[in-house]
């Protein structure tokens, strides 16, 4: 069975960090693009992050640049998101979803997604 699943969500305060785990079984990810989404309340689902396990090749959008970090580990069959220097507009549910070879950058274009983990960033 195909399975994506997340984890390393909760609460920070700002200017936290925290690190999610995207863990896949039932595939290997050497031929597929991991992307990280997000989703707040009573917006639409954004697109965060994405690594291509093919040839390496990483995106982020703008808001998080400088301050996330997206990587795998091959043995371990994941997919990291370290984020550092959390804000409030950082909340949401984080989503990762797998698409093979390449990223896109519209949720649309991936066909596994794992449960979601809630990312709180609060004083």
């Known amino acids: 069975q195909l399975q994506l699943v997340e984890s390393g969500g909760g609460l920070v305060q700002p200017g936290g960090s925290l690190r999610l785990s995207c863990a896949a079984s039932g595939f290997t990810l050497d031929h597929y693009a991991i992307g990280w989404f997000r989703q707040a309340p009573g917006k639409e689902r954004e697109g965060v992050s994405c690594?291509?396990?093919?040839?390496?090749?990483?995106n982020y959008a703008d808001s998080v640049k400088g301050r996330f970090t997206i990587s795998r580990d091959n043995a371990k069959n994941t997919v990291y998101l370290q984020m550092n220097s959390l804000k409030p507009e950082d909340k949401g549910v984080y989503y990762c979803?797998?698409?093979?070879?390449?990223?896109?950058?519209?949720?649309?274009?991936?066909?596994?997604w794992g449960q979601g983990t809630q990312v709180t960033v609060s004083s």
């Open positions: 979803a797998a698409r093979t070879y390449y990223c896109s950058s519209s949720g649309n274009d991936y066909y596994y």
């Open positions: 690594i291509s396990t093919r040839d390496g090749s990483t």
